[in-house]
C-alpha cells in the first residue's frame, strides 16, 4: 500500500476556498496527514485524521475521509495568499513511524 | 522550544565521495526518521530510528546507513555519491516508536556533481 496520488495543481483566487484531494491504496493505513512545504522549507503538519473518522476540522482547514474510496481532501476556507505552497498527503500504517508520502499539490493563490 | 534541527543546511559534493548529515531531534523526541525528497516528488522514506536501533528501512541501497546516539541525535552518511543521490534529506522526530505525529526539520540539500 504505496500509492498515494494527488493532483499536481490548484489554482484559486484569493478567499475563495480551496480543496486538495488526493488518493491512496492501503487500506490498512491507520492515519492521513497533511503536510505544507513553502519553498526551501521543511514540512510544516497541518493536520491529521484518524482512520475512524469521516471529517476533521480545525480552524480554517476541513478534512474529509471516504474510506470506501480510499479519497482524502483538504479545505482551505478563505484561502489566503500566505497559503500558497505544495500540500502533500501521506499515510501511515504498521507500528513504526514510516510515512508515505503523494507527490504534492502546487496551491497558487491569486489575489 | 526549539524544533527538529538539521547541519548542514546545503552541501556540494562530488560524484563518489562521502557525506554526512545530522539532525537533532525535538527535545523529548525518542525516535528519529529520515526521508529523501527529490526535486518535484514528496519525500520517501529511508530510515527510522528508536532508543538507538534501526525500527525501519526503505528500499534504498547499502550506501545509505544512520545511526542514533544516546542524546537522540542522529547521522546519515551515503557512501560512493551518485548524482541521483541530489535531494533534499529530511530528518523528522516523534515521541516514539510508533507515534502518529511526526514533526520535520527544515531538511540539507545535498548536490552531488
Known amino acids: 500500500g504505496e500509492d498515494v496520488e494527488q493532483s499536481l495543481f490548484l489554482s484559486v483566487r484569493e478567499g475563495d476556498s480551496s480543496v486538495i484531494n488526493c488518493t491512496y491504496t492501503?487500506?490498512?493505513?491507520?492515519?492521513l496527514y497533511w503536510y505544507k512545504q513553502e519553498p526551501g522549507a521543511g514540512l510544516q503538519l497541518l493536520t491529521y485524521?484518524?482512520?475512524?473518522?469521516d471529517m476533521k476540522q480545525d480552524q480554517r482547514l476541513t478534512v474529509l475521509l471516504n474510506k470506501k474510496d480510499k479519497h482524502l481532501s483538504l479545505r482551505i476556507a478563505d484561502t489566503q495568499t500566505g497559503d500558497s505552497a505544495i500540500y502533500f498527503c501521506?499515510?501511515?500504517?504498521?507500528?513504526?513511524?514510516?510515512?508515505?508520502f503523494g507527490s504534492g499539490t502546487k496551491l497558487n493563490v491569486k489575489p | 522550544d526549539a524544533g527538529v534541527t538539521q547541519s548542514p543546511t546545503h552541501l556540494i559534493k562530488t560524484r563518489g565521495q562521502q557525506v554526512t548529515l545530522r539532525c537533532s531531534p525535538i527535545?523529548?523526541?525518542?525516535?528519529v526518521s529520515w526521508y529523501q525528497q527529490v526535486l518535484g516528488q514528496g519525500p520517501q522514506f529511508i530510515f527510522q530510528?528508536?532508543?538507538?536501533?534501526?525500527?525501519g528501512r526503505g528500499n534504498f541501497p547499502d550506501r545509505f546507513s544512520a545511526r542514533q546516539f544516546p542524546n537522540y541525535s542522529s547521522e546519515l552518511n551515503v557512501n560512493a555519491l551518485l548524482l541521483g543521490d541530489s535531494a533534499l534529506y529530511l530528518c523528522?522526530?516523534?515521541?516514539?516508536?510508533?507515534?502518529?505525529?511526526?514533526?520535520f526539520g527544515p531538511g540539507t540539500r545535498l548536490t552531488v556533481t
Open positions: 523528522a522526530s516523534s515521541t516514539g516508536r510508533s507515534s502518529y505525529e511526526q514533526y
Open positions: 492501503d487500506s490498512s493505513s491507520t492515519y
Open positions: 485524521i484518524f482512520s475512524n473518522m
Open positions: 501521506a499515510e501511515s500504517a504498521g507500528n513504526f513511524n514510516k510515512f508515505y
Open positions: 527535545s523529548g523526541h525518542k525516535s
Open positions: 530510528y528508536y532508543e538507538k536501533e534501526e525500527r
